[in-house]
């Protein structure tokens, strides 16, 4: 079975940081894309951040452009965010995602069918 599972939320000061992981199991990311969604309350999710099978080709939000990189580890069978810069209006669950993909990346959830993450709070306030 195809699991994700995120870790390394929690509360944070403005302008701080945080690197969340997104940990494999049951399957080996090599094969596979993966997407950085999040969801505030009241609000829908959005993509943030993506990187191909093989690393080469990431995408961001113009929100996180400058302040958040993702990178792979596929040895470790694990994806990070690293977040740096936070703002309160990063507060929000975030989900990592998966699907076999050879080139690129989506930053759009509907693009990620395979597997989901259950997600990982990150709160950003003084």
């Known amino acids: 079975q195809l699991q994700l599972v995120e870790s390394g939320g929690g509360l944070v000061q403005p302008g701080g940081s945080l690197r969340l992981s997104c940990a494999a199991s049951?399957?080996?990311?090599?094969?596979?894309?993966i997407g950085w969604f999040r969801q505030a309350p009241g609000k829908e999710r959005e993509g943030v951040s993506c990187?191909?099978?093989?690393?080469?080709?990431?995408n961001y939000a113009d929100s996180v452009k400058g302040r958040f990189t993702i990178s792979r580890d596929n040895a470790k069978n694990t994806v990070y965010l690293q977040m740096n810069s936070l703002k309160p209006e990063d507060t929000a669950v975030y989900y990592c995602?998966?699907?076999?993909?050879?080139?690129?990346?989506?930053?759009?959830?509907?693009?990620?069918?395979?597997?989901w993450g259950q997600g990982t709070l990150v709160t950003v306030s003084s």
């Open positions: 995602a998966a699907v076999t993909r050879d080139y690129g990346c989506s930053l759009r959830s509907r693009a990620y069918s395979e597997a």
């Open positions: 049951g399957f080996t990311l090599d094969y596979y894309a």
């Open positions: 990187i191909s099978s093989r690393g080469g080709s990431t």
